[in-house]
Each structure stands twice: as C-alpha cells, then as structure tokens.
C-alpha cells in the first residue's frame, strides 16, 4: 500500500542532511501551522515609505485571511486591521488609494479618521451609553526599516530590528537611494507552488549555470566566483560583483548609464520579504512570497527607482527581462518543482553543501528549512 510521507526532518550537519520532506511542501496541515507560526506573527513589506508621503494615502495588505491597512494621517502612519467595528464589514479592497478625510464603511456608513479612531455611526445616538472611543478600528504594530514600511499584526512581536539587527546598514550600503525611491510597478503573479518552493529557488546559486539560458546571461553579469550567500539568523544576504569585462547587459550597452550599484545584492528578511537589485540597474526591487493556499502563492515584484531621476535604458530593459524572461524561467521551475514533490516517487534529496559554502552550495535552503522546522515543527507533532 502507499504510505503517507514522513514530516520527520532530521536537523544534522548541513553537509550531510536531507532535504526538507516533502510533506512541507503541499500538506494542509503544515500550512495551516505555518499561518498561524510564521505569518500571522511575522512582519510583513507592505509598501516604501513614498507611497503614503501625503496625508490621505493608504495602501492595504491581504494576507492569507488577514488584511490590514496603512495610512497617513496628517503625516504620521497609523496600521489598523480592515475591519469595521460595527459588524466586521472589510472597509476597502483596494490596494493603494486615497481617502477622503474618513474611511466610510459602505456597509451602515461608520466612519473613521485616517488614525482609525471612529468619527460618527449614524443612528447611535439612540443608544444607551455608546461610547464611539471604544470603536476605534484595532491597530496593528508598525515599523520602518531601510524606508519601507512593515506591519506585524501581533502585538507581542519583537521588533523588527532585533529581528534582522544589521538588515538595514546592509542595504544602505548597496542601496544609497533607499529614501528617496519611488514605485515604478507593481506585478502580482500566480504561481501554483508552495511558497517555500520560490523562496528555496531564489536562494541558491546552484541553478544558475546549469537550469535555463536566462540564468546563464545572470551569471555572465557578475563576477559569479565571488557570490556570496550568508545567513545570519533571520535574515541572510546573497551578494556579487559585477563582472568588470561586460559593456553591456540585459540587451542594453552600459555606457552613460547610471545605477545604484553595479553588484547583484539581495537581502533576505524571514520569512519572505526579499528586497534586491541587479547589476547595472537603478531599481531596489521587492520579492515577495505571499502564500495563498499550500500550493499558490502571490508572487509581488515591486520595482522602485530614484526619484526625480529619468529611468536608464539599461533600467528599463532590466525590469522587463525580469518581467519576461529571469521570472518565468523561474517560475517554471517552480511549478515543476512542485509537481514532484508530489511524487510517490520522491521524499528528499541530499544538498548540495560544500565545506566552503561556495557560490553554488545550497547551505541557505537548508538554513532556512530549518526556521521553518523550528517554527512548525511542535505544531505537528502530536
Ligand atoms: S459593518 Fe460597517 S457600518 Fe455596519
Ligand atoms: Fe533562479
């Protein structure tokens, strides 16, 4: 008879460890502990601070069945959850926007200052004891790291900088802009894969010169020998040169152009806020892998330049080979990859672990299976 999968995962010496079962990868049940372990309680990427400069902007941000809203109320941001106190009515569904001087719920017309706290409810006058300061729309944390701004609907949260203590001197140092960008766009993605399933394909650099041509064109940018791919806890970097022969690159010759660093910089913050920027392009782009279902995730690519500064054509070009070419390749292998691990045939594999955690060990993947272990594992065991 088939048998079930085993979740048992020994956590032994990167070298000689087997991959996260696969069991991870498509069970319910993981992904109903991952919600309630990794993504209710994490801090989430929701916007960069330029999208609510000005008094009345909001953008929200859906999670699983969560969704929250973040707005700026005479120059200060204020998270609330996006529900109505009333009867829990979600006030919008937009994702950017601009309120007038209230939120109004379209259902009965309770409506809220942009700092959440309720304005007016029509008809409560004839209530006993209404006190509208106790109906305020319920606030969730919030915290700015390298100008973008994350929220974390756990009040017990620890902050994000004890979280990745270090996260923000790193990207400043490859990012100088990071204040002054601005979003150029915004692509969501579906992609019929486990979340984890992109995030284990983004962090490794051992598909580069052996999956698609696309990947080869990546590696041919940088000075690929000398990537670099760090953990530190609960964020970890991948980084690398550029390769100084190249005069041209995504189609485009190099010449004149102008870039906020000429190195391919990632920066990886658990559990799945990615920001990064490839050689010779003057973007800091957001990777984000917002899980749906065990199997879908919403792949978000935010793309941010300078502001007040014409985009490149070396920039240009970068993000539509991002969008058309890196991207699907990508994407292709997740859905594949997660079509076998379905497999009857397949439970885990060995790493790819060398002893000088080169440019192409997976030693990330496993570092960060095991945060996943870590946080789900007492969930599922009985
Ligand atoms: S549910 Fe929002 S006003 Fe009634
Ligand atoms: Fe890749």
Not at 111 to 121: M, P
Not at 290 to 312: D, Q, T, V
Request: glycine share 6%.
């Amino acid at each position: 008879m088939l048998q079930q999968k085993s979740l048992d995962w020994a956590d032994t010496a990167p070298e000689r460890a087997m991959t996260l079962p696969a069991r991870y990868f498509y069970d319910p049940k993981v992904f109903e502990a991952e919600r309630e372990r990794i993504f209710y309680p994490a801090w989430h990427c929701v916007a960069h601070l330029s999208e609510l400069r000005q008094p009345g902007q909001f953008v929200t941000f859906d999670i699983l069945d969560q969704s929250v809203i973040v707005s700026n109320d005479a120059g200060s941001l204020h998270a609330f959850h996006n529900a109505c106190q009333h009867r829990g009515n979600r006030l919008t569904n937009e994702r950017r926007g601009e309120t007038g001087p209230v939120f109004r719920c379209g259902y009965h017309s309770w409506c809220y200052g942009r700092d959440g706290a309720l304005r007016n409810a029509p008809r409560t006058e004839r209530l006993p004891d209404f006190d509208k300061t106790q109906f305020g729309l319920k606030p969730v944390q919030l915290e700015v790291l390298g100008s973008f701004v994350f929220i974390n609907m756990d009040p017990d949260a620890a902050p994000l900088a004890a979280i990745a203590p270090g996260a923000e001197a790193k990207m400043a140092q490859y990012l100088p802009d990071l204040a002054d960008m601005r979003l150029i766009s915004e692509v969501d993605v579906i992609v019929p894969a486990n979340w984890k399933v992109i995030m284990d394909n983004s962090i490794e650099g051992y598909h580069f010169g052996l999956s698609g041509p696309v990947h080869k064109e990546l590696a041919a940018l940088i000075d690929f020998k000398q990537y670099a791919l760090e953990a530190h806890d609960k964020w970890w970097t991948y980084i690398g040169p550029p390769n100084g022969d190249v005069d041209s690159a995504y189609g485009v010759p190099l010449a004149c152009a102008t870039w906020q660093t000429d190195w391919f910089f990632n920066i990886g913050i658990w559990p799945n806020t990615t920001f990064y920027c490839f050689p010779f392009a003057d973007i800091c782009g957001t990777f984000l892998m917002i899980p749906l279902e065990p199997e879908k995730s919403l792949l978000r690519f935010g793309y941010y330049g300078p502001a007040g500064r014409a985009m490149p054509e070396v920039t240009k070009a970068c993000i539509q080979w991002m969008n058309q070419q890196l991207g699907p390749e990508d994407i292709a292998l997740n859905v594949t990859n997660q079509k076998g691990l379905r497999s009857f045939g397949y439970n885990q594999g060995r790493y790819l672990i060398d002893a000088a955690r080169s440019n192409e060990s997976e030693h990330l993947v496993h570092h960060f299976h095991r945060l996943v272990h870590q946080a789900v594992r007492p969930a599922l065991v009985p």
